[in-house]
């Protein structure tokens, strides 16, 4: 019997549940493509070490962009390849695939995402909306009456859904997220000290010192990059305070489309949210303090779920099984 699946097709990392396995494969979403002859060289965490690191023949490319497929066959290369790792099919028959997406997508995107999952050695392919699915995996009840709020903050969207009764009563994607802070960092260094920093340096940079709210004693680190003037590498130190005015300006939207959510939905709902809180999820809510920068906008309980990475593909893994009861 081939083994359902569950996948977390994120802009930034690529999540695969397996039914009765749990979580198997977190990989980066980067595919190494060798530009002469188009054949792919790499997938996931090696082609992730490629790049900003490649000569000019080989291509380290990201087919995802903003939650949304930008690259079809990459993405289908990409999927493939992780499915046969797995070794999940069955002699006669192949697994159904749970996939996961943005709630904003168009009918071409979805389309997109459910034939490259199909064409990766798929049978059923079911498609369900990331906040929804990030909510079950976080062990939140989303099928009773009663309202929960969850923000799913990825790579490449965040998305701020309500839900009740199994479904989203009111949401917002935004295409602003982990990727976005990255940019902020390298662009925020750039225009204040006149030093260019590569993609790994910014997102190493937001691991260590990223916060949302100014420290009082804010930690140091030392970065290196190239001095955009004459060109020689150069070092130069940076504290937590300059990471959050990096940041500010993108963690801002991401709870004004909070409050807009929060807005629109019915008081009953509203005051389920006031008793229950928010649940935070995805790799963006690892970020120091956000749960204190949305609870002092939200003025509701702010919670960061156990494991906000892999909520996602659990979700995933999670109403697959409901769906065989």
């Known amino acids: 019997m081939a083994k359902d699946i569950g996948i977390d097709l994120g802009t930034a990392n ?26 792919v060289l790499a997938v996931g965490s090696e082609a992730y070490r490629m790049v900003g690191r490649t000569p000019s023949n080989i291509r380290a490319i990201r087919p995802l962009k903003d939650g949304v497929i930008s690259d079809f066959d990459v993405a289908q290369e990409m999927l493939s390849y992780f499915i046969n790792k797995l070794d999940v099919k069955g002699f006669m028959s192949k697994p159904n695939i749970m996939i996961c997406a943005p709630t904003n997508i168009t009918e071409i995107e979805r389309k997109a995402i459910m034939q490259a999952a199909e064409q990766s ?6 498609l369900e ?9 976080a062990g939140l009840d ?20 309500v839900l009740s009764l199994g479904d989203i009563v009111s949401s917002r994607s935004l295409k602003i997220a982990g990727d976005k802070m990255n940019s902020d960092i390298v662009s925020h260094i750039k225009n204040n000290h006149g030093l260019i920093i590569g993609e790994h340096a910014a997102e190493n940079i937001k691991m260590k010192l ?15 990059g190239r001095d955009s003037v004459s060109g020689m590498p150069r070092s130069i130190e940076i504290d937590e305070n300059e990471v959050e005015a990096a940041l500010h300006d993108t963690l801002m939207q991401i709870v004004n489309g909070a409050i807009e959510v929060l807005e629109t939905v019915p008081p009953e709902l509203a005051s389920d949210i006031i008793d ?19 609870s002092s906008f939200l003025k509701v309980p702010v919670l960061i779920s156990e494991s906000p990475l892999d909520n996602v593909a659990k979700g995933a893994g999670a109403l697959l099984e409901r769906m065989q009861k």
């Open 14 to 39: 690529v999540l695969i549940y397996v039914q009765g396995k749990g979580i198997v494969l977190n990989e980066p979403s980067v595919v190494a493509i060798d530009t002469k002859t188009n054949k």
């Open 121 to 126: 050695g798929g049978g059923k392919v079911f």
């Open 129 to 137: 909306y990331e906040p929804k699915v990030a909510a079950i995996g």
């Open 142 to 161: 989303i099928f009773r009456p009663t309202g929960s709020m969850v923000i799913d903050m990825g790579g490449g969207t965040s998305d701020v859904a």
């Open 210 to 224: 990223g916060t949302a709210i100014k420290a009082d004693n804010p930690e140091k680190m030392e970065v290196r």
């Open 276 to 294: 229950r809180g928010v649940m935070l999820t995805g790799g963006t809510s690892l970020l120091k303090n956000i749960d204190q920068l949305f």
